[in-house]
């Protein structure tokens, strides 16, 4: 069965800083893999998704993901963190099948931003 | 383009009583899956429409339970009789055909059981 594991539970980060957002999946084949933003009162937003290519994924927003097949992971980053990045993120790994694509998500983090 | 509505927004009733959430997704789409987060928990899946049909519903917890998708548009999930563990946000999510995802999900229903 696929699993998603997002260590960090809450993170603050000092406006400007950098972020880095982890999360290991496990699955057993090649994996879909996704990021979702939440912000207050809102839904899920995609901020980027990686299927095959380029373990270098870019997103909106100024995020970007890397996907280490070796490590199990698709790690989140951003260079300089806005006020309004504070939301709360969630990885998910995907299982496509022949209509649809069912998601496993993590537990997600909650981000916090200091001014 | 009008994204994912979901309705109502939040709902509070007492255990025993129905309740039944709306989806509406995005015009076009095919898929339409609904989802569940229970407080301090990851979001869990709980079935996927294709069109009018449901194509996987393994995700649905028990026969109180019970999503229909009329005519392939809108959907409904009601819950019948409501439980107190039954509280959490409920998202609708829906995408194209073919398509390899990311969906696009709605801003969820928060429903408490009290």
């Known amino acids: 069965a696929q699993s998603v594991t997002q260590p960090d539970i809450h993170i603050t980060v000092s406006e400007g800083a950098s972020l880095e957002l982890r999360c290991n999946y496990s699955?057993?084949?090649?994996?879909?893999l996704f990021w979702y933003v939440q912000s207050p009162g809102q839904g899920l937003q995609l901020l980027l998704k990686y299927f095959s290519g380029d373990t270098l994924v870019q997103g909106i927003k100024g995020f970007e993901a890397e996907f280490k097949r070796s490590q199990s992971s698709f790690n989140l980053r951003k260079p300089s963190v806005h006020w309004s990045d504070a939301a709360e993120y969630f990885c998910a790994v995907g299982q496509l099948k022949a209509a649809g694509n069912k998601l496993t998500f993590g537990g997600g983090t909650r981000v916090l931003v200091k001014p | 383009e009008a994204g994912v509505t979901q309705f109502p927004s939040h709902s509070v009733i007492e255990k025993g009583q129905t309740v039944t959430l709306r989806c509406d997704p995005i015009?076009?789409?095919?898929?339409l899956y609904w989802y569940r987060r229970v407080m301090g928990k990851e979001i869990k899946f709980l079935l996927h429409f294709v069109k009018e049909s449901k194509q996987d519903e393994s995700g649905m917890p028990n026969n109180r339970f019970l999503a229909e998708r009329t005519g392939g548009t809108y959907s409904t999930l009601k819950v019948q009789p409501a439980e107190l563990e039954d509280s959490g946000v409920y998202f609708c999510?829906?995408?194209?055909?073919?398509?390899?995802?990311?969906?696009?999900f709605g801003s969820g229903t928060r429903l408490t059981v009290v």
């Open positions: 699955y057993g084949a090649t994996p879909y």
């Open positions: 015009s076009g789409h095919d898929n």
């Open positions: 999510a829906s995408s194209q055909a073919g398509t390899r995802g990311g969906y696009t």
